[in-house]
């Protein structure tokens, strides 16, 4: 499903020099498996998920999920592949702050073309149980709430994998707890591979497998 080879990630630096970011990471996880990405911050765990999503090109090093190799597909290509085929939840939960909840997950099943975006809406709402604050403003919910909008935008075109950056790291414990155990309900649910970027050991702990990364390279797992 997953297959990492080689990950190498450059930046430059103001001094001129290349700064290396991840080096050489491998990583092979199978369909419908999850894992944990874990480091101190600046260990690259952001950008590994950023290359992952094709939101940013390794320097080295090639990205395959579902069997297609991101780096041979176009810039048109690469958006409508991860509109279908990837999900995304970040700590930021990303709501367009003057659309309703219903809205805000309506236009990411249009984006992903799906034929009935609002019928999909609606039911990506209801599994995240929220069917009743469906015309609520982000403003007008909880931040748990507001994280299990972006979770019902991230799921609504059932992608085959979701690719989540501390998505529980805004809230308090209690709304952490509920939101990380709908993730992995759904995951669950809906055989999604699951990876996860987090701080937090006692979740990782529940997921299948942990990868640790530090100054750039993987030192575990």
Do not use: W, Y
């Given at each position: 499903m997953i297959?990492?080879?080689?990950?190498?990630?450059?930046?430059?630096?103001?001094?001129?020099?290349?700064?290396?970011?991840?080096?050489?990471?491998?990583l092979?996880?199978?369909e419908g498996g999850s894992i944990a990405i874990q480091g101190p911050s600046g260990s690259g765990k952001s950008t590994l998920l950023g290359i992952l999503a094709g939101l940013e090109q390794p320097t080295l090093?090639?990205?395959?999920?579902s069997g297609v190799n991101l780096g041979e597909l176009s810039e048109r290509d690469l958006a409508k592949f991860?509109?279908?085929?990837?999900?995304?939840?970040?700590?930021?939960?990303?709501?367009?702050?003057?659309?309703?909840?219903?809205?805000?997950?309506?236009?990411?099943?249009?984006?992903?073309?799906?034929?009935?975006?609002?019928?999909?809406?609606?039911e990506a709402l209801a599994?995240?149980?929220?069917?009743?604050?469906?015309?609520h403003l982000p403003g007008q919910l909880s931040g748990g709430e507001c994280q299990r909008v972006a979770i019902?935008?991230?799921?609504?075109?059932?992608?085959?994998?979701?690719?989540?950056?501390?998505?529980?790291?805004?809230?308090?414990?209690?709304?952490a707890a509920r939101v990380f155990d709908l993730l992995l309900d759904l995951h669950?649910?809906?055989?999604?591979?699951l990876v996860l970027v987090t701080h937090d050991p006692a979740l990782s702990a529940r997921m299948d497998r942990r990868?640790?990364?530090?100054r750039g390279r993987v030192v575990e797992g």
């Open positions: 297959r990492l080879s080689g990950i190498t990630k450059e930046f430059p630096s103001p001094s001129g020099e290349r700064l290396r970011v991840l080096v050489g990471v491998d092979e996880l199978s090093g090639t990205v395959e999920i991860r509109a279908r085929k990837q999900g995304f939840v970040f700590q930021a939960f990303h709501l367009l702050q003057h659309f309703s909840a219903l809205q805000n997950v309506t236009i990411g099943a249009e984006i992903a073309g799906l034929k009935e975006p609002l019928r999909s809406a609606r599994r995240v149980d929220l069917a009743d604050r469906l015309e019902a935008r991230a799921i609504v075109a059932r992608p085959a994998v979701l690719l989540c950056d501390e998505p529980t790291g805004s809230l308090d414990p209690a709304n669950q649910d809906l055989g999604t591979t990868m640790r990364l530090e």
